[in-house]
């Protein structure tokens, strides 16, 4: 039996992680085999990619980062999936593709960063059957967030716009990706979140 991989992505505050950990406890309720998991993850490389973020670094080291987390957790999520599991997985290779492509804009890299990092993203990372993008104006989403003890160097309203942008403009190419209003409140989200899944793996 086959497993389903479900991905969440979205800018810093539009809420997937809530989301994400509500949808799961409802579908582990309705006795569904759901494992949750996230990136960066909690190994000790997800802790490597925290560290690396968190220092001045070129932008390609940090997406070289995070694609060596990713290595080690697609074989992780390999497995689960050869298991049957039901995966929901809180950010994943989209999110390469729209932070660290607008991080490598920003440093003048050559060529469009977008499309070489779906290139290599391409090779290696497992194809969702679904991607909930939770969608909602940085300004929005970091009115949200403002209150946090620690911000992290890409919760800038002038950063997420472009990573916003970024998300649309992959959401337009992948068919899997489905945009949700995440501006709503968070029942309203959740039940968005849950029927767009339940359409999926029903
Ligand atoms: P995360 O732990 O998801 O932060 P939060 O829970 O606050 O959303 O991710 C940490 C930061 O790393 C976040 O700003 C998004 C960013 N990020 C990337 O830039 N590229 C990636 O591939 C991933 C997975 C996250």
Redesign the pocket.
Known sequence: MTGVLITFEGI???G??SVAQEVSSMLEEAGRDVILT???TKTWLGES??RG?SEEHPALT??FL??A??ASHSKSISEWLSDGKLVLC???????????AA?LVIEGFEGDPFEWLRRISDAFVLKPTLTLLLDVEPRVALER?QS?ERM????RLDFLEK?RENFLRLADIEDRIKAIDASGTFDDVVSATEDRILETID
């Open positions: 810093d505050g539009c997937k992680t996230q990136e960066p990619v925290k973020i940090e997406a995070f694609m987390d990713r809180d950010r994943y290779a989209d999110s390469t593709i729209c932070y660290q991080s967030i946090r992290t160097k890409f919760e990573v």
